[in-house]
C-alpha cells in the first residue's frame, strides 16, 4: 500500500484566497476613489476661497474709490471705481465679443453682468500677481472667472470646469463631502 502524503494547498484554498484579496483590493479602489474626489473638491475650493479673498479687497477698494452710493456716482466716479479692478493682476475683461462667453453664460454666469463689464477671466500669470501660486487657471485646467459687484461689494468665482456640475463657490460650499 503506497501512501499519498503529499501537503500543500488545495486548488479550492487558493480560489478562496485569491478571492478575498480582490474583494480587499475592490474595496481600497473603491475607497481611495472616493478620497481623491474629495481631494480635488477640497482643493478648487480652496483655491477659489483664496481668488475671492483677494477679489473682495479689489471690489472695496473699487467701491471705496466709488465714495458714494452706486446710484448717485457720477459717470467719472464709475469710472475710477472700474479702473480699480481692471489691472495686470486682476484679470481680462471679458466682453460681449469674446469667444466664452456663452461657456460663461452656460455656467451661470449672466450675459448682464458681461454686458455690465462685470466679468473677468483670471489666468495663471494674473493669480501668481494676486500670490496664488501653483494653481492653473486656462482652457485645460479650467478656468477662473470672478463677477464683481460694486454694489454690494461682493464676488463671485466660478471655474469652467467645476465639479459635478457646479461651477461657482456659492454652489460648491454647499456639497456635502
Given at each position: ?139 485645460t485646467e479650467g478656468w477662473y472667472v ?32
Open positions: 500500500m503506497i501512501k499519498n502524503n503529499q501537503k500543500g494547498i488545495t486548488l479550492v484554498v487558493l480560489v478562496i484566497t485569491i478571492i478575498v484579496l480582490l474583494i480587499l483590493a475592490g474595496i481600497t479602489v473603491y475607497t481611495g476613489k472616493g478620497s481623491i474626489k474629495e481631494a480635488k473638491l477640497e482643493a478648487l475650493k480652496t483655491n477659489m476661497l483664496l481668488i475671492q479673498t483677494k477679489a473682495r479687497e479689489y471690489v472695496e477698494n473699487a467701491s471705496f474709490d466709488l465714495g458714494v452710493d452706486p446710484n448717485n456716482a457720477t459717470a467719472e466716479m464709475k469710472e475710477k471705481a472700474q479702473n480699480e479692478l481692471s489691472g495686470a493682476d486682476k484679470g481680462k475683461l471679458v466682453s460681449e465679443d469674446d469667444s466664452i462667453k456663452d461657456e460663461l453664460v452656460d455656467i451661470g454666469i449672466s450675459l448682464e453682468d458681461i454686458k455690465n463689464g462685470k466679468v473677468y477671466i483670471l489666468e495663471t500669470e494674473n493669480l501668481k500677481n494676486m500670490g496664488i501660486n501653483d494653481v492653473e487657471s486656462n482652457a470672478i463677477v464683481y459687484n460694486i454694489e454690494d461689494t461682493s464676488a463671485e468665482i466660478y471655474n469652467t470646469m467645476g465639479y459635478n456640475g457646479k461651477y461657482s463657490l456659492s454652489e460648491l460650499e454647499q456639497i456635502e463631502t
